[in-house]
């Protein structure tokens, strides 16, 4: 794992502790000797964790549409900025240069961000590990919506157990270097052979 791309709000939220754990995520993926790939802007905890990576001698790598950088959110002092024509190439963008990719706090674009990753985990599309870094549970009630889902089967309870969700950026980030996908052809599978009966 060299890369991990982070998904979060572009505003700091109303707990003081997103920006406090944001910037301890970023500077945390430093010290791993990861880089960072996030949406490229300079507000909120996007901002938070870049400049935590930055402020620790790391490596940040923003992917912004032009649209953002023409409304001055643009993080203008990350290692490396790429500009794109919208913000379908700009998940794309993120997706290729990314090894893992996690959740802080954040609204209906993060959670569309991470829940795509998710849904590309599910149909084989990728191999990559996905995590829910909670903050002051910020998240449980999704991850009880999960599992809600997983009770009333719409999801396998292996689609499940294939996301991290925690608190501890270091435990969080042990499971991303040891990760082994689930078997996506293996739920096909068991869904084909429930349809002939």
């Not at 970023?26 to 870049?50: K, P, S």
């Not at 999960?146 to 009770?151: A, L, R, S, T, Y």
Request: proline share 4%.
């Amino acid at each position: 794992m060299k890369s991990i791309c982070v998904y979060c709000g572009s505003n700091p939220g109303a707990n003081p502790l997103y920006i406090e754990r944001a910037t301890a995520l970023g500077t945390r993926i430093a010290h791993e000797g990861l880089r960072l790939i996030y949406g490229g802007g300079r507000t909120g905890l996007m901002g938070a964790v870049a400049d935590g990576v930055l402020a620790a001698g790391g490596e940040v790598t923003g992917v912004i549409p032009q649209h953002l950088v023409d409304m001055e959110v643009a993080h203008q002092g990350v290692t490396t900025l790429e500009i794109v024509g919208s913000m379908h190439e700009r998940k794309s963008r993120m997706f290729d240069l990314s090894d893992a990719f996690v959740a802080l706090p954040g609204g209906f674009g993060t959670a569309e961000e991470i829940f795509e990753m998710l849904t590309w985990r599910q149909l084989g599309i990728g191999k990559k590990p996905c995590a829910f870094l909670d903050v002051d549970g910020f998240y449980a009630q999704l991850i009880g919506m999960i599992d809600h889902m997983v009770e009333e089967r719409f999801l396998h309870p292996e689609q499940r157990q294939d996301l991290w969700y925690g608190e501890d950026a270091g435990q969080m980030l042990a499971w991303m270097r040891a990760y082994s996908p689930a078997q996506a052809e293996k739920w096909f599978d068991e869904k084909l052979r429930a349809a002939l009966r």
